[in-house]
């Protein structure tokens, strides 16, 4: 089993590298929105719609993502690596927000109404009286939280598991995803059928937004910037998403804002172009190592006869696991 799931976490790193996301009429997240959708909208009794919602509909996405490798891995074990990989494929995306957020960053130097215009597909934010430096601050800080929420999460889950079956983890990563895409649709003040789904999205990524944090700083060679950014991650009002962003504002030492809601002041002022472009670059190294990282504990799994803590726990500084 481990080397048909090495071979499912490299198949998905490569399609995500050359198509960056399934095409939007068959992308099995698009077909999980339209399970999502029914339920926004306003209801009598909205806290307990919104638990069935978020007990309900990511379980039965990563029922039917389980099912469908276990079946396929009936037929022959290739087949079922090739089913996990593109649910896999599925369910991560780094590509498309490293092409995303290098568009916006660029623009900035020369078009503003195109930097602009790209902003609003990437950062939930109004960029009409926003600077450029504004600008590449939304998109620095949109990369960091997307790394977490869009790539290492359903890696993680799919690592985690793995070591006991391929269907389960390509399951965990369905289900992880499910639960964020529950939270991106529904999990807005203003909706309380959302409340229960945001709660679980905060407890879901409570995790990876800690992983992605130390994959930013080793990649940057930096693991002991990690001590320095505690207070820095607890500006925001999520628990979880200012982990990665505080960590790369201090390793590009730089200004991180959205006005009225946080403040990353790791430098006196916004990134530049030059600066923001190797924030996208430390970004997209981080998530090479995310599913560098999944191979691995693919690879060394039980059931592949190697040792699984030894060959992790020697990649990272051991005063990492002190910090959180």
């Known amino acids: 089993m481990s080397v048909t799931a090495v071979v499912a976490v490299v198949a998905a790193a490569v399609l995500d590298r050359v198509f960056a996301e399934p095409p939007a009429s068959v992308h099995p997240v698009a077909l999980f929105g339209r399970l999502v959708a029914p339920f926004d909208r306003e209801w009598s009794h909205p806290t307990a719609v919104g638990a069935l919602a978020a007990l309900g509909l990511p379980a039965f996405a990563a029922g039917i993502v389980a099912a469908a490798t276990w ?8 087949v079922g690596a090739g089913v996990a990989a593109l649910a896999l494929f599925s369910t991560t995306s780094l590509q498309m927000l490293l092409d995303a957020t290098e568009t916006v ?14 902003l609003r597909a990437l950062a939930g934010r109004d960029p009409v009286t926003l600077s450029a430096g504004e600008i590449r601050s939304a998109a620095v ?6 790394l977490a929420d869009g790539l290492v999460a ?24 499910g639960v964020n895409t529950l939270d991106s649709m529904l999990g807005y003040h203003h909706k309380p059928v959302g409340r229960v ?14 992983v992605s944090a130390v994959l930013l700083a080793v990649v940057a060679g930096s693991p002991g ?4 950014v505690r207070s820095l991650a607890r500006r925001p009002a999520s628990p979880n998403s200012g982990w990665p962003m505080a960590t790369l504002a201090a390793l590009l030492g730089t200004r991180l804002e959205k006005p009225d809601h946080y403040l990353l002041d ?3 002022d916004f990134p530049d172009t030059e600066t923001a472009a190797r924030g996208v670059r430390l970004v997209s190294r981080a998530g090479l190592s995310a599913f560098a990282l999944a191979g691995a504990v693919a690879w060394f799994s039980p059931e592949s006869g190697s040792t699984l803590s030894p060959a992790l726990v020697a990649l990272v500084p051991v005063e990492v696991f002190t910090w959180f």
Not at 71 to 78: F, G, I, L, N, Q
Not at 141 to 146: F, V
Not at 197 to 210: E, F, H, N, S
């Open 71 to 78: 079946s396929a891995s009936t037929v022959s074990p290739w």
């Open 105 to 118: 960053v660029s623009a900035t130097a020369s078009d503003m109404d195109t930097a602009r215009r790209e």
């Open 141 to 146: 800080e949109s990369a960091a939280e997307n």
């Open 154 to 177: 359903p890696l993680l889950a799919f690592a985690l598991v793995v070591p006991f079956s391929l269907p389960l983890a390509t399951g965990a990563a369905a289900w992880v995803k």
């Open 197 to 210: 789904p945001a709660k679980l999205d905060d407890a879901t990524m409570w995790l990876p937004a800690r």
């Open 225 to 228: 910037v990690l001590g320095r």
């Open 266 to 268: 790791a430098g006196t």
